[in-house]
Each structure stands twice: as C-alpha cells, then as structure tokens.
C-alpha cells in the first residue's frame, strides 16, 4: 500500500488565513483613519497657537492694542498687520499658517477660533484666550 504524502494547504485553510487578516484589516484601518485626524486638527492648533503668540507679540510692540479683524474669515487685516515691517521692527509673521483641508480660522479682534468642517465631524476650538 502507497502512503499519501501531502503537500500544500487545502482550499479550506487559506480561506480562514485570508477571513482572519479580512477581520485584523477591518479593526486596524478604522483606527489609522483616526490618527491622521488627530494629527491633522494637533498640527492645525499648534500653528494657531503660534499665531496667538505673535499677536501677542503685537500687543506688547504697540501699548497692548491687537491687530483689527475684517473680512470674510477675519483674517485680512491680521495679517497685513502680522506682516508689515512696522519701523525698526521685524515683521511678526513670514507667512500665513498654511491648515490641513477642511480647517479654517478667524480672527475676531480678541479671539482665535479654529474651525474643521469634515464629512465625519464639526470641531472648535480656541486658543488660549487673553
């Protein structure tokens, strides 16, 4: 009599192999999505905060009064007070913070508010008041 020598995996046992990754790929993917949200709002306030500092910055240049607020998004006249060289002094702002998609902010004349607009969520945030 001729002994069987197996060789290879059976149709049954790469179907459980790929059910398990299918289940492993469904509670990871959820999870990444999530980080980058967060990376994405954390890297959005922290350049807002650095915003705050510099008005801060202002206030103290020019006998604590803040830059004026105007426009659509309140953040016109910030910045052509942020960025205009104001007599010996240096611009306080190079540039406007650059936001990941779905953020916006104002500036109202006392208060940076961050905004995110997404098909998952409505965030608002402030910085860190006066």
Same mark, same amino acid.
């Given at each position: 009599m001729k002994?069987?020598?197996?060789?290879?995996f059976t149709l049954i046992e790469i179907l459980i192999v790929v059910v398990i990754l299918g289940?492993? +790929?469904?509670?990871? #993917?959820?999870n990444i999505a999530s980080s980058a949200q967060d990376a994405a709002f954390t890297m959005a306030r922290s350049q807002l905060v650095a915003v705050r500092g510099q008005v801060e910055m202002y206030k103290l240049r020019h006998s604590g009064v803040?830059?004026?607020?105007?426009?659509?998004?309140?953040?016109?006249?910030?910045?052509? +007070?942020?960025?205009? #060289?104001?007599?010996?002094?240096a611009p306080l702002l190079q540039r406007e913070?650059?936001?990941?998609?779905g953020f916006t902010w104002n500036w109202d004349g006392s208060k940076l508010t961050l905004d995110y607009q997404g098909t998952d969520a409505t965030v608002v945030a402030d910085?860190?008041?006066?």
């Open positions: 002994k069987l020598v197996r060789r290879g289940i492993l +790929a469904a509670i990871v #993917v959820p803040v830059p004026p607020a105007s426009g659509p998004e309140g953040t016109d006249e910030l910045f052509v +007070a942020m960025t205009s #060289v104001d007599g010996s002094w913070p650059i936001l990941p998609m910085a860190p008041t006066w």
